[in-house]
């Protein structure tokens, strides 16, 4: 295949679903990771949807995950739960973990989910606009593999540990605010050496302790925290919320999906819901997210800004582009899905 296609987002999902349901995963089970993997993928987030799966079969295959898990759910409080993941798929764990979030919130305005014995989840922001859509506040904060040195260490001990936090904003689409704490992502540093480009300044340090814009070298090395002091101390915040609170790993003992053959990965991930009608009714809230939008897009513009965005604003276009013409997908990655398995993708345009 040469070059960038577009593929329709059903298509997508269906590929994904085949994959995974040729390696043991349940149907039903596959049709939610697909959900959350093309979700990624509609909003601009190419690196945490389909080209997430060569790993996921990989570890499927080789036992690292469970293909069928056994999900185990606890209640200290009525309005709190926790959730053992039992190994298994991680966008099924947050799925699962954000709608026990969402039900709980409907009855007491306010809930929480601890999610352990997961794996790496995706993109963060797909769950929390999953509250979102449904009249929540959502908060997810999930930790991963320790690829990134604290402020001031040359060792890696945070993982890239993500963070999203959306809001309904009634008219508008959803405020998402989605990310890494870390500068930058592995995945997006494996992309820049796939593809032959630097990373940017300030995003990893070699394996001498000197920084680096060569992909290779930040692979060896670590990545660095985003805004110095501020942003490490936020990452070992995320670690603590969704690792030593919910009984995960966390302080550098998460692994990696890929490299996690001597244990479970033990990923972490912590969810939070509260009604937007909490403190106001919904309608007021909704007019003020409104107002606040509005007053947003009305100040002046720096020079060479076309447009004041908030957050989530671009990814929306994104979704409502791609909604339309199609996922673009290079010849690389639908050349690996077809090889996974993918017996139904198909390269033509929507219709």
Not at 83 to 110: K, Q, R, Y
Not at 258 to 280: P, V, Y
Not at 296 to 311: K, T
Request: with cysteine; glycine share 10%.
């Amino acid at each position: 295949m040469n070059g960038t296609k577009r593929i329709r987002a059903d298509v997508a999902r269906t590929a994904a679903i085949d994959i995974l349901v040729q390696r043991g995963v349940p149907a039903v089970d596959a049709g939610k990771v697909a959900d959350a993997l093309v979700a990624a993928d509609l909003r601009g987030i190419d690196t945490h949807g389909l080209a997430c799966l060569k790993d996921y079969a990989e570890a499927l295959a080789e036992g690292r995950i469970k293909a069928k898990p056994e999900f185990a759910i606890e209640h200290r409080f009525p309005w709190a739960a926790t959730l053992d993941a039992d190994n298994g798929l991680g966008p099924l764990a947050a799925t699962e973990g954000m709608e026990i979030t969402i039900a709980a919130a409907e009855v007491f305005g306010i809930a929480a989910t601890g999610i352990r014995r997961s794996n790496h989840f995706g993109a963060a922001g797909v769950y929390a606009e999953m509250a979102a859509r449904q009249g929540c506040i959502g908060l997810v904060a999930a930790n991963a593999s320790a690829v990134a040195a604290p402020f001031g260490a040359n060792a890696p001990f945070l993982g890239t540990n993500p963070l999203a936090i959306a809001i309904p904003a009634g008219e508008h689409p959803p405020l998402v605010l989605d990310m890494a704490t870390s500068e930058g992502s592995r995945k997006k540093v494996r992309k820049a050496l796939q593809e032959g480009r630097e990373i940017p300044a300030g995003w990893a340090l070699g394996p001498d302790g000197r920084p680096t814009t060569d992909p290779a070298q930040a692979l060896e090395g670590v990545m660095l925290p985003f805004g110095g002091i501020k942003g490490s101390g936020l990452s070992l915040i995320v670690d603590m919320l969704a690792g030593a609170a919910t009984g995960a790993e966390f302080g550098g003992r998460v692994l990696s999906v890929m490299t996690n053959r001597e244990r479970e990965s033990g990923n972490g991930h912590f969810m939070l819901a509260f009604k937007c009608s909490a403190f106001l009714d919904e309608a007021r809230f909704l007019k003020n997210m409104a107002e606040e939008i509005a007053r947003l897009r009305a100040l002046p513009r720096a020079n060479g800004v076309d447009a004041i965005r908030y957050p989530g604003e671009r990814a929306a276009r994104e979704r409502a582009d791609r909604l339309a013409n199609g996922i673009p997908m290079s010849a690389a990655l639908l050349d690996t899905l077809a090889e996974l398995g993918a017996r139904r993708i198909r390269v033509d345009s929507p219709s």
